[in-house]
C-alpha cells in the first residue's frame, strides 16, 4: 500500500503577474481548482500531514459556524477570549462539533437544553476521552483544561470527527457532509467538526481517541478507511498521520511501513528524534523507530528524513497568497546495531 500518486499541479502562476501579463505587485491569479482537487492533481504530500495537537476540547454547537471556533460568534468576546487564553495555557486545540444534519443532540440524563463538552488526549500513554454537558457558556470556564482524564469515563469510546466547516473551506463541507454521513452508518459515534488542519485534503477525518487522521475520503474510501481500522490496519494512500507527532516522526513511521510492507496499527512505533545539520536547503531529521513483526520480534531501524520547501502554491480555497509546504522523504534506512 503506496501513498496515491497524480500529475503535476496545472494552475498557473504562483507569484504575482507571473504568466499572466500582470504587473509586478499584482495580486497573484486564484487557482480555477478547489483547494482539494487542485492538491490532488498536484500530488500534494498528504503524508505527515496530522495537525500537532494531542489535547483537545470538543463544544457541541449546532451551528452555524465562523471561521474559527472561538470567534465570538456562540460566545460572548470576552468570555471566548478567556475559554481561548485557557485552551492555549494548556496546550489544548478547541473544536465545535454537531450532529449530521446540524440536529442538536441532548446529552442522556441532562435535559433537552444541555450541550456535550468533552475533552480529548490523545497521547499514546492516555487515549481516553471524557464526557460531560453545558447550558450556560459560563460553565466551561470552570473546565480544567490542563487536568489529567480521570481513568473511569462515561460516553462514546471511538469517535470520528469529520471537518465541514465551510466557512473557512468550502471544500470541506462539500467534501464532508457526505462522508460524516457514510461513517455515521458504520456505527462509530460520529460528528461533523470545525477546522481540523488541511483542508485541501477534505473530506479530511480524524478518530478519536487514538487521533489517527485521513484525507481525501469520498463516502465509499471513508467507508472502507473505517473497516481496515477497525480490523487492525491503517489505509495507506488515505492517512494522514498521528496528531501530536512531529511532521518529521509522521513521515518515518509512514517511510518505515511502506518500506516493510506492514500497515498494522501500532507495529511500528518512534523509540527516538533528533534534528541534524541541514543539507543545502533541507532540513534534516534522523528518526529511530521500533518494528514489531507479526510474530512479536522487534527490530529498531534509523531513519535520516529531509524535508525540502516545495514550490508556493494556493494551499486552501480562501487563500490570496501562495504558500508552501514541507515535503520529507526518507535518505536512508538501516537497522540499528
Known amino acids: 500500500m503506496t501513498q496515491d500518486t497524480c500529475s503535476p499541479g496545472i494552475f498557473g502562476p504562483t507569484a ?3 504568466g499572466s501579463g500582470g504587473s509586478p505587485g499584482t495580486p497573484p491569479e486564484l487557482p480555477a481548482l478547489r483547494c482539494a482537487d487542485a492538491a490532488r492533481v498536484r500530488g500534494g504530500p498528504l503524508h505527515a500531514s496530522a495537525v500537532r495537537y494531542s489535547r483537545f476540547l470538543l463544544l457541541e454547537v449546532p451551528g452555524p459556524w465562523g471561521r474559527s471556533a472561538l470567534e465570538g460568534r456562540h460566545l460572548e468576546a470576552g468570555m471566548a477570549r478567556q475559554l481561548a487564553a485557557a485552551a492555549a495555557d494548556s496546550g489544548t486545540h478547541v473544536l465545535l462539533i454537531r450532529r449530521a444534519g446540524r440536529r442538536p443532540s441532548a446529552v442522556p440524563g441532562s ?19 471524557q464526557w460531560g454537558s453545558w447550558r450556560d457558556p459560563a460553565e466551561l470556564l470552570r ?12 460516553g462514546p469510546r471511538r469517535l470520528a470527527l469529520v471537518c465541514t466547516n465551510g466557512k473557512r473551506d468550502q471544500c470541506c463541507a462539500v467534501r464532508g457532509r457526505p462522508v460524516a454521513a457514510a461513517i455515521a452508518a458504520t456505527g462509530w459515534d460520529t460528528w461533523e467538526c470545525s477546522h481540523l488542519g488541511g483542508h485541501r485534503f477534505a473530506a479530511t477525518v480524524m478518530l478519536l481517541p487514538t487521533g489517527d487522521m485521513f484525507g481525501w475520503l469520498d463516502p465509499e474510501s471513508a467507508v472502507e478507511v473505517i473497516r481496515r481500522f477497525d480490523a487492525g490496519q491503517f489505509a495507506a494512500s488515505h492517512y494522514r498521520g498521528r496528531c501530536g507527532q512531529p511532521a518529521p516522526v509522521q513521515a518515518a513511521l509512514h517511510a ?7 500497515f498494522r496499527r501500532d507495529a511500528i512505533r518512534a523509540s527516538r528524534v533528533s534534528r541534524l545539520q541541514a543539507d543545502g536547503g533541507a532540513e534534516r531529521w534522523e ?17 535520516v528524513m529531509a524535508g525540502s520547501a516545495l514550490a508556493p502554491t494556493f494551499l486552501s480555497c480562501r487563500d490570496d497568497i501562495p504558500k508552501s509546504e514541507i515535503h520529507y522523504e526518507a535518505r ?6
Open 16 to 18: 504575482a503577474g507571473a
Open 256 to 262: 518505515a511501513a511502506d518500506r516493510l510492507g506492514d
Open 111 to 129: 435535559g433537552t437544553r444541555s450541550k456535550a463538552w468533552a475533552l480529548a488526549d490523545t497521547s499514546a500513554e492516555v487515549e481516553r476521552v
Open 332 to 337: 536512508s534506512f538501516s537497522p540499528v546495531a
Open 143 to 154: 473546565l480544567d483544561l490542563a487536568a489529567a482524564l480521570p481513568d473511569c469515563v462515561t
Open 287 to 303: 528518526v529511530e523507530i521500533v518494528h514489531q513483526a507479526a510474530g512479536g520480534r522487534e527490530t529498531a531501524y534509523r531513519i
